[in-house]
Protein backbone atom coordinates (compact mmCIF):
# COMPACT_ATOMS: atom_id res chain seq x y z
CA UNK A 1 0.00 0.00 0.00
CA UNK A 2 0.91 3.21 -0.76
CA UNK A 3 0.86 5.98 1.19
CA UNK A 4 -2.09 7.89 -1.08
CA UNK A 5 -3.86 4.83 -0.39
CA UNK A 6 -3.43 5.13 3.39
CA UNK A 7 -3.75 8.96 3.93
CA UNK A 8 -7.37 7.78 1.65
CA UNK A 9 -8.21 5.00 3.93
CA UNK A 10 -7.52 7.02 7.10
CA UNK A 11 -9.86 10.15 5.54
CA UNK A 12 -12.33 7.69 4.25
CA UNK A 13 -12.43 6.18 7.83
CA UNK A 14 -12.71 9.67 9.15
CA UNK A 15 -15.61 10.61 7.02
CA UNK A 16 -17.16 7.54 7.97
CA UNK A 17 -16.73 8.30 11.96
CA UNK A 18 -17.97 11.88 11.35
CA UNK A 19 -20.93 10.91 9.00
CA UNK A 20 -21.42 8.09 12.05
CA UNK A 21 -21.40 10.98 14.95
CA UNK A 22 -23.20 13.30 13.12
CA UNK A 23 -25.90 11.24 12.74
CA UNK A 24 -25.56 9.49 15.73
CA UNK A 25 -26.18 13.30 17.62
CA UNK A 26 -28.77 13.92 15.58
CA UNK A 27 -30.55 10.82 16.40
CA UNK A 28 -29.62 11.66 20.13
CA UNK A 29 -31.49 15.40 19.64
CA UNK A 30 -33.84 14.49 17.90
CA UNK A 31 -34.90 12.00 21.39
CA UNK A 32 -34.12 14.71 23.29
CA UNK A 33 -36.52 17.11 21.14
CA UNK A 34 -38.85 14.17 21.10
CA UNK A 35 -38.79 13.71 25.31
CA UNK A 36 -38.70 17.84 25.98
CA UNK A 37 -41.76 17.77 23.42
CA UNK A 38 -43.45 14.99 25.87
CA UNK A 39 -42.56 16.47 29.18
CA UNK A 40 -43.94 19.92 27.68
CA UNK A 41 -47.08 18.63 26.70
CA UNK A 42 -47.60 16.74 30.30
CA UNK A 43 -46.71 20.20 32.08
CA UNK A 44 -49.29 22.13 29.84
CA UNK A 45 -51.95 19.73 30.56
CA UNK A 46 -50.98 19.17 34.43
CA UNK A 47 -51.39 23.23 34.31
CA UNK A 48 -54.47 23.36 32.26
CA UNK A 49 -56.30 20.78 34.94
CA UNK A 50 -55.18 22.76 38.21
CA UNK A 51 -55.87 26.35 36.72
CA UNK A 52 -59.76 24.72 35.59
CA UNK A 53 -59.84 23.31 39.38
CA UNK A 54 -58.92 27.10 40.49
CA UNK A 55 -61.30 28.87 38.27
CA UNK A 56 -64.31 26.26 39.53
CA UNK A 57 -63.14 26.93 42.92
CA UNK A 58 -63.00 30.58 42.41
CA UNK A 59 -66.75 30.34 40.25
CA UNK A 60 -67.84 28.56 43.65
CA UNK A 61 -66.56 30.65 45.88
CA UNK A 62 -68.50 33.70 44.22
CA UNK A 63 -71.44 31.81 44.28
CA UNK A 64 -71.56 31.11 47.20
CA UNK A 65 -70.42 34.50 48.70
CA UNK A 66 -73.26 35.77 46.70
CA UNK A 67 -75.71 34.03 47.82
CA UNK A 68 -74.74 35.13 51.15
CA UNK A 69 -74.62 38.89 50.48
CA UNK A 70 -78.39 38.43 49.42
CA UNK A 71 -79.18 36.88 52.97
CA UNK A 72 -77.63 39.28 53.99
CA UNK A 73 -78.95 42.07 52.28
CA UNK A 74 -82.44 40.23 52.95
CA UNK A 75 -82.27 40.33 56.68
CA UNK A 76 -81.12 43.61 56.62
CA UNK A 77 -84.38 44.85 54.94
CA UNK A 78 -86.15 42.73 57.43
CA UNK A 79 -84.79 44.54 60.41
CA UNK A 80 -85.02 48.15 59.15
CA UNK A 81 -88.99 46.77 58.17
CA UNK A 82 -89.35 45.75 61.26
CA UNK A 83 -87.73 48.90 63.44
CA UNK A 84 -90.14 50.91 61.10
CA UNK A 85 -93.11 49.42 62.27
CA UNK A 86 -92.28 48.98 65.64
CA UNK A 87 -91.16 52.88 65.39
CA UNK A 88 -94.75 53.87 63.79
CA UNK A 89 -96.40 51.97 66.67
CA UNK A 90 -94.70 53.63 69.20
CA UNK A 91 -95.16 56.67 67.89
CA UNK A 92 -98.71 56.30 66.88
CA UNK A 93 -99.23 55.94 71.20
CA UNK A 94 -97.50 58.86 72.02
CA UNK A 95 -99.51 61.18 69.75
CA UNK A 96 -102.68 59.25 71.35
CA UNK A 97 -101.07 60.28 74.54
CA UNK A 98 -100.63 57.63 76.46
CA UNK A 99 -97.52 55.41 76.61
CA UNK A 100 -97.18 51.45 76.64
CA UNK A 101 -97.71 50.04 80.00
CA UNK A 102 -96.97 46.21 80.84
CA UNK A 103 -98.65 44.90 83.90
CA UNK A 104 -96.31 42.59 86.43
CA UNK A 105 -97.53 40.37 88.37
CA UNK A 106 -96.40 39.66 91.75
CA UNK A 107 -97.40 37.64 94.73
CA UNK A 108 -99.11 40.19 96.85
CA UNK A 109 -100.71 41.83 93.77
CA UNK A 110 -100.53 43.55 90.36
CA UNK A 111 -99.08 46.38 89.03
CA UNK A 112 -98.48 48.96 86.22
CA UNK A 113 -95.15 50.23 84.79
CA UNK A 114 -94.11 51.97 81.60
CA UNK A 115 -92.46 49.90 79.06
CA UNK A 116 -89.13 51.00 78.04
CA UNK A 117 -89.16 51.36 73.98
CA UNK A 118 -85.97 50.25 72.92
CA UNK A 119 -86.04 46.91 75.59
CA UNK A 120 -89.40 46.17 74.01
CA UNK A 121 -88.43 46.40 70.08
CA UNK A 122 -85.22 44.63 71.40
CA UNK A 123 -87.67 41.86 72.66
CA UNK A 124 -90.45 41.47 69.96
CA UNK A 125 -87.87 41.74 67.14
CA UNK A 126 -86.97 37.76 67.00
CA UNK A 127 -91.16 37.29 67.34
CA UNK A 128 -91.36 39.74 64.39
CA UNK A 129 -88.71 38.69 62.13
CA UNK A 130 -89.71 34.75 62.96
CA UNK A 131 -93.55 36.03 61.76
CA UNK A 132 -92.41 37.78 58.54
CA UNK A 133 -90.41 35.25 57.66
CA UNK A 134 -92.87 32.48 58.06
CA UNK A 135 -95.45 35.13 56.06
CA UNK A 136 -92.95 35.71 53.13
CA UNK A 137 -91.58 31.96 53.36
CA UNK A 138 -88.11 32.90 53.70
Avoid: H, Y
Amino acid sequence: MSLENILQKINEDARAEVNRIIEGSKAKAEEIKDQARTEALAQSEALLLEEERKGKLEASRIVTQARLQKKLDVLACKKELIDEVLAKAFRMKRVEGSTLMRKVILKDGEREESFDEQKMMDEIRPQLEKFICEILDL
